[in-house]
């Protein structure tokens, strides 16, 4: 007993020991080293207290990045969401508040704002956690179906949304000229700035000429990948549309976060998420590439290309990219000194198409709303997500905001988990495109991320396959379940058939051993026998192959008396109704 309980102890381990290890070197870097770096080079200038709090997110956002990588299920919504809080709202305040060198957009900061602001920052991450829990919790009392209902693109939409995209492309191109795709970033802003002067119309024409193309690509990407061979029409699709798509955004004019989430779309549909081995060292590339390669893609910003970098931690420090915790503060302060706007900026935020010509009372962004507050002449700042819900409704709005948001985020990663790891279509689309695209959702302001993000739904909706439904009348309807009790061997039970019940009745079929098959079978042969000699209306029906595995093509069921009373499940597993040929 004592070898048999080592035996099985060992083949646990050989289970899930290396998962435990790689795990425990994943946290002990992210959560462990680097902070500890962090507290050695960067000194205390006795700012606040405020990193005793920023501190230990770096240690949990750490952790939660680590079981994401080490799980390998492409759970992207939740390995984002914790990604941008380990760098923008962990490692970069950490550093900021010790160093005394916060972000250049957003001068004096009272330090008596750092603790607050570390406190509504915990609130909407606790927060957070606990809609992920209760999107478990309902998840464990039922059990999904295999497919996702409604997960296929058709071929013909993502054809038209592509013609969509390709127009759309032409004329922003048009109005701002090609040469203006290949300057800086400053420069072709204020190009497209002065021939598009409206900030609603300038992000919707933008988002036209983008997301359209990549939607399309996603879905004739998976049409390919289902199709086989027979696809080739879908792959001369692609070459139309992502040298286009990479044209109108590329490395040097577009932002970051643009590029970003088109790059990654592309490489999350070219299969990196396919199977768990791709999928974490794909997650591995990416967390390597935002903490070190995201701050060299700042390069051609301005016509001077810079590429020289003070250090790991000093990238942080002074740089005007991440003054989210910053941004934060300032709506905390804005609160204490002027209060809520109930409602005032989530009506803008919905109401984004309208232009301010037609309504001149619109709500500006929260980062210039904030700018023009603390009187700051660089208005073109970010307003994370927890602005956003503090400036609208505070504390409690904070809380119920992101309560909906992590129940909504585990539920995404539920349908794009499955959908990237098999055939799934439409949801590995949503998989590919949405959740790099929700750095810049975190990050803000709502207002000139939603048109982009209006577009982009629109074009998943597009491409969806519509439902066929056929309506039956009360006679068909009789019928078809008529039809299906003569067929299903689990008429007797009166229940539909479950998952469970399926593996059930599968390890119920299947024999032991040859000796106990051959017993069984003489047994079953001898029972059928009587039972076809005592009961002539025996009616012998053929065996669903999907329901018993390891059943021959030329396995029955025989069953006694009405030809729709079918032997039980019980039965079914003794081998006492399954009539073999060999």
Known sequence: MTRLRHRHSRRAWRRVGPSIAAFAVCAAILSGLLPLLLVREVPDEGRSAGWYLTGPIIVWAGIRLSYRVVDGRPKLFDFIFWLFTYIFLGLAPTAQIRS???????????????????????????????????????????????????????????????????????YYVSKIGVGTLFMSRYSSFDIRSAALPDLAVRSIVMAAASYPLLIASGAFAR??????????????????????????VNPISSARYDFGTVGFALVVLAGAMATRRRSRLSLVATLVAFLFVFPLADAFRTDVVNLDRGGFFAEYMNNPDYDAFWQIANTVSYLRDVGLKPGMQALGVLFFWVPRAVWPGKSVDTGVLLADYRG?????????????????????????????????????????????????????????????????????????????????????????????????????????????????????????????????????????????????????????????????????????????????????????????????????????SIEGST
């Open 376 to 576: 700051y002449t660089f208005d073109n700042l970010s307003a994370p997500l927890w602005a956003e819900l503090l400036i609208n409704g505070g504390v409690a709005l904070l809380l119920v905001g992101f309560l909906a948001i992590g129940w909504l985020l585990y539920r995404f990663d539920v349908r794009v988990a499955t959908a990237l790891t098999g055939t799934g279509q439409l949801w590995s689309v949503v998989g590919a495109v949405f959740p790099f695209y929700m750095v810049i959702l975190l990050r803000g302001s709502l207002l000139q991320a939603t048109g982009t993000l209006a577009v982009s739904v629109a074009c998943v909706l597009a491409v969806r396959a519509p439902a066929r439904r056929t309506r039956l009348g009360p006679r068909t309807q009789a019928r078809s379940r008529e039809r299906v009790s003569r067929t299903s061997p689990y008429t007797a039970t009166r229940r539909p058939a479950t998952a469970s019940m399926l593996r059930r009745s599968r390890v119920r079929a299947a024999p032991a051993s040859p000796i106990r098959r051959a017993a069984v079978g003489s047994a079953s042969s001898a029972r059928t026998a009587s039972t076809r000699a005592s009961s002539p209306s025996s009616v012998t029906m053929p065996l669903p192959l999907s329901r018993i595995s390891g059943a021959s093509p030329h396995d029955s069921v025989t069953t006694t008396g009405r030809p729709s009373a079918i032997a039980s499940r019980t039965d079914m597993g003794k081998g006492s």
């Open 223 to 248: 049409l390919r990948a289902a199709a086989g061979s027979r696809g080739n029409h879908y792959a001369l699709a692609l070459l139309v549309t992502v040298p286009v798509l990479l044209v109108v």
């Open 100 to 170: 005394g060198q916060l972000s250049t957009t957003t001068p004096g900061m009272h330090p008596a704002l750092d603790v607050p602001t570390a406190t509504v920052v915990w609130l909407g991450l606790i927060a957070y956690e606990s809609g992920r829990w209760l999107g478990r919790r309902r998840r464990r009392r039922r059990i999904d179906p295999p497919e996702i209902p409604g997960d296929a693109v058709d071929g013909r939409r993502a054809v038209a949304v592509a013609l969509v995209g390709l127009v759309a492309a032409a």
